[in-house]
């Protein structure tokens, strides 16, 4: 009689269900993994959203306050004077867009590490450009937090002067600060 060794197939089984607990031991830190990285990166895009915001506040405030000392210089040049001058937009105008440059040095250089209590890389991308007629801004700011970028884009309206004559004949003057028409969100193409 030939006799047949059994011992050949324990060690198949016992190599198959070793690498059966590999391949599950493998899958599962993948998941894990995974699951980290998926925690992080979004944790990156909140600060990176943080920072594009933190931008487009800090971009607005300044913006606001030109317009302001722009209104104020307008109107103390023409106290006396009861009907506003024709220029008196293209003044306003003039006055901001020629300061744009102050904030457009952080257009293709980031302002960066900003807050001390970010570990990883950050920093904002700021850009402002007027319209072709001048009637409005749009802002351009991006901020990114290691590899997550994010972007936010508005348009403002400049500041205007308007008169109009009431039923009465009096001169109504009003005049329009610096506000914000619409706001954009979204990633940057890579």
């Keep these: 009689m030939i006799k047949h060794r ?5 060690s198949i089984v016992c190599l198959i269900i070793g690498m059966s607990v590999i391949a599950l031991t493998l899958s599962v830190m993948t ?7 998926i925690q992080r990166s979004s944790a990156n ?33 023409t ?6 001058p024709f220029q008196s937009n293209a003044f306003l105008e003039e006055n901001i867009i020629n300061r744009l440059y102050i904030i457009n040095q952080y257009e293709h250089t ?3 590490q900003l807050y001390p209590e970010y570990k990883q890389d950050h920093g904002i991308y700021v850009s402002v450009k007027p319209s072709a007629n001048r009637k409005t801004l749009k802002i351009r700011v991006q901020g990114y937090y290691a590899n997550a970028r994010i972007y936010l884009e508005g ?3 400049m500041p205007r002067i308007e008169t109009d004559i009431a039923e009465d004949g009096t001169e109504n003057v009003r005049i329009r600060n610096l506000y914000l028409q619409s706001l954009l969100q979204g990633y940057p193409e890579v």
């Design 6 to 10: 059994q011992e050949g197939y324990i």
């Design 31 to 37: 998941l894990y993994m995974n699951d980290f990285h």
């Design 45 to 77: 895009r909140i600060r990176a959203q943080y920072l594009a915001e933190s931008g487009m506040d800090m971009t607005m405030h300044q913006l606001n306050l030109w317009a302001e000392e722009a209104i104020e210089d307008l109107l103390s040049m």
């Design 79 to 84: 106290e006396d004077e009861k009907p506003f």
């Design 110 to 112: 980031a302002m960066s």
């Design 155 to 157: 348009i403002v309206l």
